[in-house]
Each structure stands twice: as C-alpha cells, then as structure tokens.
C-alpha cells in the first residue's frame, strides 16, 4: 500500500494548476519521501489531498512520466524511477538538525546525573527486587485491559486519573493507611506529585523547610520553583520539634516537606510524640507540610505508624506516596491525596502539565488490585526485604568482627540501611567507586559537617550479591 507523501505546499491555482502539482511532486521526490522502486499513492488519492481534480492530477503525473521520473504500470498507478530527476537541482532540501547552542534556562535546574556504567555492586538502590516481580500476573491484566478497553476509553480522560483505578486506590488507602475524605490525583511517580506541589504553591523567593538531610529530588523541584530551603535539624530520632520551631518563627515558610515514616536517607521513624509536636507547629504557625510516604507498604516493626494524614483536621498535609520502591519503578505510579479544597488547583496544573496520566497502565493496575494480586504481591515483598535486611545485618557484623569500624541502627522498615562507616564518607564512597561499588553517601543528602553514613540499599540484592558488595566495600575502607 503506497504511503501518501508530506506535499509542503498546497499547488497555487494559477491557470495551470497541474505545472505548480508537478513541481511540488518533483520536489518531494527529490527529497527521497519516495524511493525509487515505490508505488506512488493512487490518483483518487493525490487528488484527496490536494483538493484538485483527478484530470489536473493525472497530468502533473504524466509530466513527471515525460521527465523520467516515474513510469505509469496498468491497474497499479505510478511507481517511483530514479532519482534524483532530470530537473535539475531542487530547492529547499530538507536538513538533518543541527547541533543548536545552548541557551542558558530560564529556570535554576539540577544538573543531570552523570550517566557513566552502573556498578556491578550496586547499593545506591532503594527499592525492593525487580527480578522477583511477578510479571506473568501483570501481564495479564494488561491483555485484559487491552481486550476489554475499547478505544474511545483510551480517549483523553480525567487529569486525575482512571476512575476505575482512582476506586481501588481510594479502598486501598482507606483500609491499609487509614486516609479518609481525600481527594486523589494519580501522577506519574511521586516526582511528579512533589513537582505540582511546588508549582502550585511556591512562589519565587518562599522558603521551603526541608529535612537537613533529604531527598534531592524534592529539593530540586522546589529549587526549580525559585523556593529558597531552610534546613530543620535531626538527631538520632529524627526531625527536632524544636529546631522546626526556630525555622518556622524565621517566617516566611509555606511548606515543610518530611518523611516521617522512615526519614529520607537516615530511615529513622518519627516518634508519634514528635509527629503530634510537628502537627502544633505547623499548626501554631500556618504552615503546610508535605508528607512523602514513599515506601509505606514495607515496614518490619509492628504495623506502620498511621501517615499524619491520617490525622489532619485542619486539611494542612499534602500527602504524596509511591508504588516505585514496590512495584517497577519504569511503571511511574504514584499519587498525591489531597485535602478536598486543593483538588481544582491540582487538576488545573496537571491539566497543564501533562493533561493525565496513563490510562492503560491505571486499568491494568485497577484490575491487579481488585483480584487482590496487588497486595499478595506486596505481602511478598515485605517478607523477603526482611530476610534480606536480616542476611545483610548478619554480614555487617561479620564486617564489624574482622575490624571494620561501622555501626548501624536496624531500621524500622524500607530498603536501605544507614551505615555510619566511623570515617569520612566522601572518600571512601570515592574508593568504593573504584572498587565497583555504587553507594549514596551522607554529603549528597544536605550540607554536613563530618559525613560519616552511608545508605546502602540491601532490597534488591540477593545474600551472596550483598557479601560480595560488602567485602569489597570493607577493602575500600581498609
Ligand atoms: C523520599 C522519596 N520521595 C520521592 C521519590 C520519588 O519516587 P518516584 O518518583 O519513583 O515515585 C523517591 C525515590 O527515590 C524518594 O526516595
């Protein structure tokens, strides 16, 4: 079946309208859109797109037939000869792109991560083990998608997201986070939730305080909204009520942003008097907070600390979490559950941002919930990031015995652990490097004065992947 051709310019309607046809059909064929040996769309076809009679289209093709260019096959139209044609040079070639210079953004943005070879001891990854992901289940829940969808349900739809999606969500939240009367806005990963909320609610210049130790990319998308940081100091048990209180009398602060149930990087859990104590203050001082819940299914110690949001009757916690750590990570699922008041705001800047989410992947997902393979698969990943955090602990000490002069506190829940390596972490992080070791060390997570952690991602490895990493970490300290 020929393709129709990209005519760039429609014939002029002068008096011989066939002329100024062949012209542009010369061009286009002197710009290799049809190659010699190829069919030429049909006439009917030709005279479709150009709004010209099939007669005036017939003899601009019989022109180029004269020229040599194409040569006319019974019952089959015109077939492409060999380029390019006797007329001679054609104007206007198309160009492949040039490099183009770089302008300096509007915008202070990050710069990109250096993108060298991943690490074949890699424990800068905090999320649980791909490899074990039941990808057969999911599969089939997009074939099912696939086959029932019908295509105008893959239409433009809700910025919020895929009701039938946003419905499981809703009962998933409801009965395992204890959120209620929130409004719910699928995004793509919690990324894009932390970027709404910065461009809905940061003006140039506001402050954001921010964990002294955080999450750089919560930090980059408030720095991108022209936010300064303010940093609230931690100690052993996380957030200080009273170092939040200095930064909030400060003034000027419109968000806190926090990670109360395993603080981002040090996986501390604040304490239910110290989330009652934050709750005052922002309370005292007007203040909104972000909760990022980013890896709440995974929590060893008893059942999970209810979110803040679960008790927020001012409506003051912009809640955001995540399915990355549990679920793929390339599935880009998160949300953000919202006080009702800041729905319209958020949908209008979704809107603008991106219009929605992914429909499909939304569907399939909504299905997997409802058969209940959602949470059998997150029973799954708890127990083995367990097992995981215990054959890693297991080889820490066996470190610790040889000499190494690390220490650690067990954490309550998530894929990392946060080593103190009892030296400066910067060059040992360097060494490990050399060494084939990928680690996140303490310095990239906020200005410190003695970096000594680091946050070692165990999820993901195997025991044997572990040993290996950890041994070849040890030299690097050594
Ligand atoms: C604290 C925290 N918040 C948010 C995110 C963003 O995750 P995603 O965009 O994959 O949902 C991460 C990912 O590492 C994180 O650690």
Avoid at 138 to 153: E, G, I, V, Y
Avoid at 193 to 198: F, V
Avoid at 317 to 345: C, D, E, H, N, Q
Avoid at 384 to 410: C, H, K, N, T, Y
Wanted: net charge positive.
């Amino acid at each position: 079946m020929p393709r129709l051709l990209t005519l760039f310019r429609a014939p002029a309607t002068g008096p011989q309208p066939y002329r100024a046809l062949a012209a542009i059909l010369r061009q286009a064929l002197g710009q290799a859109q049809a190659r010699p040996g190829e069919l030429l769309p049909s006439l009917r076809e030709l005279s479709q797109q150009c709004g010209l009679h099939w007669h005036t289209v017939r003899a601009a093709l019989q022109e180029l037939e004269a020229e040599g260019w194409v040569a006319a096959e019974p019952r089959r139209g015109y077939r492409v000869l060999s380029l390019p044609g006797p007329e001679g040079p054609i104007d206007a070639p198309l160009q492949p792109c040039g490099p183009g210079r770089a302008w300096a953004p509007a915008r202070p943005l990050p710069a990109p991560a250096a993108s060298g070879p991943k690490p074949p001891h890699d424990f800068s990854w905090g999320h649980a083990d791909l490899r074990g992901f039941p990808l057969p289940e999911l599969r089939a829940c997009f074939a099912a998608s696939l086959r029932r969808l019908k295509p105008q349900d893959l239409g433009y739809g809700d910025p919020r997201g895929h009701a039938p999606y946003l419905a499981q969500l809703e009962a998933y939240l409801r009965r395992r986070r204890g959120l209620l009367g929130r409004s719910l806005l699928a995004t793509q990963g919690s990324q894009e939730a932390l970027h709404l909320i910065a461009q809905v609610l940061v003006r140039p210049g506001d402050s954001v305080a921010v964990e002294a130790l955080s999450y750089g990319g919560a930090r980059n998308a408030f720095l991108a909204a022209g936010a300064r940081l303010a940093r609230v100091r931690l100690d052993a048990d996380g957030l200080r009520p009273d170092d939040l209180e200095r930064v909030l009398k400060a003034g000027r602060v419109r968000l806190l942003h926090l990670t109360p149930l395993h603080q981002y990087p040090s996986t501390v859990t604040l304490s239910a008097a110290r989330r009652r104590q934050v709750y005052a203050l922002l309370r005292r001082y007007d203040v909104l907070a972000i909760e990022d819940d980013y890896d709440h299914e995974v929590h060893y110690r008893g059942p999970a600390l209810a979110p803040l949001a679960a008790q927020d009757p001012d409506g003051r916690i912009l809640y955001t979490s995540s399915f990355s750590k549990v679920l793929l990570p390339g599935l880009r699922v998160g949300f953000l559950a919202l006080p009702p008041a800041w729905a319209p705001a958020f949908t209008a800047a979704r809107r603008v941002a991106s219009f929605q989410g992914d429909t499909l992947v939304q569907d399939a997902l909504a299905r997997w919930m409802a058969q209940d393979g959602f949470e059998r698969h997150l029973r799954r990943v708890r127990r083995v990031s367990e097992q995981r955090l215990d054959s890693f602990e297991a080889l820490l000490q066996d470190q610790a015995q040889r000499g190494r002069p690390w220490s650690w506190r067990r954490p309550d829940g998530g894929f990392a652990l946060w080593l103190d390596v009892g030296a400066d972490s910067r060059p040992l992080a360097a060494r490990a490097a050399a060494l084939g070791v990928g680690v996140l060390e303490e310095s990239q997570f906020g200005p410190t004065k003695k970096p000594s952690h680091l946050r070692l991602g165990f999820a993901r490895l195997t025991p044997q992947e572990q040993a290996r990493g950890l041994e070849l970490l040890g030299r690097a300290q050594a």
